[in-house]
């Protein structure tokens, strides 16, 4: 068996938060949770975070706040929606959570985006200054031979 990773442990407590916005722990949603651990093998203080999360659920928003990486994030907004719905009841206050993580999520995602489209832009003008350059020196460098299929390529590209 695996061990969980801070980060895989901390969905997993999740889930538990999650499980309890209704005020009661099913067992179907127990099995969820129980299938998703079935993959590791868990420390003795673990367990006993697990217990203890049972007894008095952390806040899943706060859990969402504390997970690091998207993947994890986005798993955890997923696994909301499957047992929010799990034990065939979506009541209001679980349709409230939900709405306040897919509200954090989809900001997480969109700082993302326009992260990533910043840094595309940089490339983006690299690569601009980089057939400038090309250009300007082909035939310094690759002679005459080359010069029509060097153009070619630039336009095209």
Wanted: glycine share 6%.
């Amino acid at each position: 068996m695996n061990s969980i990773s801070d980060e895989q442990f901390l969905v997993v407590r999740g889930l538990i938060a999650l499980s309890s916005v209704d005020g009661r722990f099913s067992d179907t949603e127990r099995a969820v949770i129980d299938t998703r651990l079935s993959n590791y093998e868990l420390t003795e203080a673990q367990r006993g975070q697990i217990d203890e999360d049972i007894e008095s659920p952390p806040n899943p928003l706060e859990i969402y706040g504390q997970l690091k990486s998207s993947k994890e994030k986005g798993w955890f907004v997923t696994s909301a929606r499957v047992l929010f719905h799990a034990d065939g009841e979506f009541c209001a206050g679980e349709q409230e959570v939900f709405e306040a993580l897919e509200k954090l999520h989809s900001s997480e995602v969109a700082t993302a985006v326009s992260t990533l489209q910043m840094d595309l832009k940089v490339v983006q003008a690299d690569v601009d200054k980089r057939l400038e350059e090309i250009e300007k020196n082909r035939t310094k460098f690759l002679g005459g031979i080359f010069d029509g299929l060097l153009e070619w390529v630039l336009k095209k590209f």
